[in-house]
């Protein structure tokens, strides 16, 4: 009956550029994309920020 | 008792029993009180009809208005947060941007079109120069990056500023004068209006966060193909990076991000066509999508893919037909309100769709040896390359 409310979370997704794991978490501020992030968790190859995306949460 | 009961029922009217006919006249024409209840709302309606509407319809034009000067308000109130929180100020920055927020721009004369759009990109840029210059002024030491988000975020208080203070004046001047005809317009406008007002507004959080938006997939897909490329400025806020895909000579060209700026691809392309005229130009853009389209679905076609006032797709227009260079189009369909905020997650996966489709359309339109402009077009912000 009521219309729940829309929030917008952002994420960034790391992607590794040499296993292609991929890791989703929260955007924290300053991050951009391609920029280089944490050693991947499966070959400590470089991870690279992929996307920055919202995703829309009813709540 | 039951005497007293039944002088009741005597004079209770009996509900079961009622002859309409009677009561509201219909068999007898000359049932003056019928006469009235018929003849006085129709009277009523003819003389002040357009009032009654104009009365409902201020109730519902004065709830959006004031909706729209909360949107001002707020987008005022954040930019002067902003400015207070991230640049080093000498002086308390209010009244300067009270002042901003007042400016207007005169759009040139168009009685004798010709040389128009040149006209109009003077005017543009000479504001555009202005504002940078000012907001620099506020605080000299202020980086290119935070330049770039503070012009957006005046920006878009003046827009809501203009877009509430023209409401606000068709509205008043319908009520001043009487006048339902002339609030009609506004009615039907409206809800467009309130539609990008409410987009821009909602813009505001990605701009101070420098998130990219659903307008910046262009830069962002062709950024991530600059990435291991030299750049070099070939215009103002406008980089070029030179690759070699298929044996294809490729020039890319995208706005310098990772700050709000959409650069300058007309300047970008004269320059470039000069020196090194392309085969082919491919402008990958986002584009308005029409109501029953889904977002973030992907098109393709011929000519320039690219907004704003015209003035730049004017130039690559021009230049490509001097050259005789065609262009081709890949757009990214999505709602007004997608372009200028976040970046959805179905726009965000469509770059790699994206990609693959800027290599069919090389593949398709263009032969070993050819050189391919590709052109992001959008804002690029939270998009380096």
């Known amino acids: 009956m009521f219309s729940k409310e829309k929030i917008i979370v952002a994420y960034t997704l790391e992607k590794c550029i040499s296993c292609n794991l991929e890791r989703k978490r929260k955007f924290k501020e300053g991050d951009k994309l391609f920029l280089d992030a944490l050693n991947c968790d499966s070959c400590k190859g470089i991870m690279r920020i992929e996307k920055i995306y919202g995703e829309t949460i009813e709540s | ?385």
């Open chain 2, 1 to 385: 008792m039951i005497k007293l009961d039944s002088s009741i029922a005597e004079t209770m009217v009996d509900l079961t029993n009622i002859d309409f006919d009677q009561l509201f006249g219909f068999g007898d024409d000359s049932n003056p009180l019928m006469m009235l209840i018929w003849i006085l709302p129709i009277i009523l309606f003819i003389f002040y009809g357009q009032r009654i509407q104009l009365q409902v319809t201020s109730g519902e034009i004065k709830k959006s208005i004031k909706k729209l000067d909360s949107y001002r308000a707020e987008a005022r109130k954040e930019l002067i947060d902003y400015i207070n929180k991230n640049l080093s100020l000498k002086q308390d920055p209010t009244k300067k941007i009270d002042q901003f927020l007042e400016y207007f721009t005169i759009m040139p004369v168009d009685m004798d079109p010709n040389g128009i759009v040149d006209k109009v990109r003077h005017t543009v840029r000479a504001r555009e120069d202005y504002s940078r210059i000012h907001v620099k002024s506020l605080s000299p030491e202020i980086d290119e990056i935070e330049l770039s988000r503070v012009l957006t975020l005046l920006e878009i208080a003046t827009s809501l500023h203009m877009i509430y203070k023209v409401i606000n004046h068709m509205f008043l001047t319908a009520k001043k004068q009487n006048n339902y005809p002339l609030i009609l317009p506004l009615q039907m406008m409206l809800p467009f209006i309130m539609e990008e007002a409410e987009a821009i507004t909602k813009a505001i959080p990605a701009f101070k966060l420098g998130q990219p938006i659903g307008d910046g997939i262009g830069p962002m897909v062709v950024g991530k193909m600059m990435l291991d490329s030299k750049k070099e400025t070939v215009a103002f806020q406008t980089v070029l990076a030179k690759k070699e895909h298929a044996g294809r000579n490729l020039l890319l060209l995208k706005a310098e991000g990772p700050g709000s700026n959409v650069g300058r691809p007309g300047d970008a392309v004269e320059s470039i066509v000069s020196s090194n005229k392309p085969d082919v130009i491919i402008m990958i853009d986002a584009a308005l999508k029409l109501e029953g389209e889904d977002s973030a679905s992907t098109a393709r076609g011929f000519g320039a893919a690219i907004g704003g006032i015209g003035t730049e797709r004017f130039q690559i227009e021009e230049i490509a037909t001097k050259n005789n260079i065609p262009i081709f189009a890949i757009v990214i369909k999505q709602s007004v309100k997608e372009a200028i905020t976040l970046m959805t997650k179905d726009i965000a996966n469509q770059a790699e769709n994206v990609h693959s489709q800027i290599e069919e359309m090389i593949q398709e339109n263009t032969t070993a040896g050819q050189t391919v402009l590709l052109i992001g077009v959008g804002n690029t912000m939270g998009v380096p390359q």
